[in-house]
DNA sequence: GACACAGATGGCACTCAGTGCAGGCCGAAC
DNA sequence: GTTCGGCCTGCACTGAGTGCCATCTGTGTC
């Protein structure tokens, strides 16, 4: 739990994973052995798993850290406009992938065919789902549906990430993965914002009607207005 | 490829059934080895991976036909309302898993505990999410962000399920869950169904933001006025 | 009844992932 | 130098999953 600043970067944990994809792109995953990767290493075997508690780790390297800061992320947000916080943490994710463009599309290629690695992947994706659902869970707590709306915001976000990035993905990562993930984001906080009338793209709204019943509380009208505000 | 009617129902496989459950409730899923569950089942070991192609198989012994069902029920449907009827598909699952509450309610003791399990339900999940993807994305191939709108419903969709299940697999399958997964469903369907504000049932709106552009025509206005204060 | 045949089953040996344990190497502290 | 603690290695073991072949059983045929 050393919280450091910059991990000392073990040189080992590099090179398993420089050795193990080179195999796995040479032969194929399940055509590899863990003797294989450590052979090819020049280490022990018993050392690949004090760095990967499985072989199916080794072709994730960085969601680990990945996830710790995300959920930093969240926790450090302040409480106003939950869904757009968690619209920014699922771009830190986008960046992890952005940043290694031929990592990820091979390990796109890899998962893609091992259904293994892609059980492995789901419950990656799923972890950063509960951070979202925890985090929005504890916003909304108050509100009529709060974990229903919390659990589906989540996937929804998730859906949107990870069709912008697969569709990145298939690019051979050239295209502009941010923009197409702002483009997702927009559509789902467009479905989800304010309780009020989701505006469709076309027609854009010129005309909306507030009505404020006595007695309503005041920061009810004040979230209103602020939620209606901010749609575009 | 058979497609019978009704399988002719194999009573090795529910004898291997029953006994796996009752030496996972007994010892834990981990502590449970394959040979234990052959051995109180009479059976030989080899005969377990002829049903289960692994271990975790046969602890959702059902989905595979459950899934089959709903993919036959996605594809013999007709085209309009497709969000709809991705509803009325998931409605299937539901009922799989409410048709044997105390069986579903001792698995699902079983997948919040063992990590193994949990990644499996999460592939199991991942594909009823993929069919229904599939299908939208099919009847929503012309719309402007077509496989977008496919991914986001589909998660949206799965979310309200699990979210409707998880409650009710909580209760120990006392409430009722089908009431929970309409809730949820209007709740998904309200989000994405058409361009125009759907109102939600509950929670009567006591506080809406009128907003009116500079040259709005006066009758958009007056429109919107009304529309607003007739909701209820 | 003898025979052939196909499908279901059981037994055996094997690979490989993952774990526990004991021992060795090495740099730091004393 | 010595001791200590962390990192690495080798070894043996469990258990999941697979391939191969023998066996059994029911069925149809002569």
Redesign the interface.
Known sequence: MSTEPAAPKPPMRDALVAAAFQLFLERGYEQTTVDDIVALAGVGRRSFFRYFPSKEDVVFPDHERCLADMTAFLAESSDDEPVRRVCDAVRIVLRMYTENPTFSVQRYRLTKQV?GL???E??VV?RYERAFADYLRDRLAGR??G???A??V???V???H??ALR?WLRSDGEGDASAALD??LG??QQ??AG?????????PE????????RG?PMW??V???ES??EQD
Chains 1, 2 share one sequence.
């Open positions: 259904p892609r059980a492995y789901l419950s799923w009529p549906d974990t229903l709306r659990d589906v989540a996937a929804a998730a859906a949107a990870n069709n569709s483009h997702a559509y789902v479905a989800f309780p009020r009338a989701p505006h469709g793209e076309e027609e010129d005309v909306v009607v507030i009505v404020s019943r309503a009810r009208v979230r209103e207005i209606t505000l």
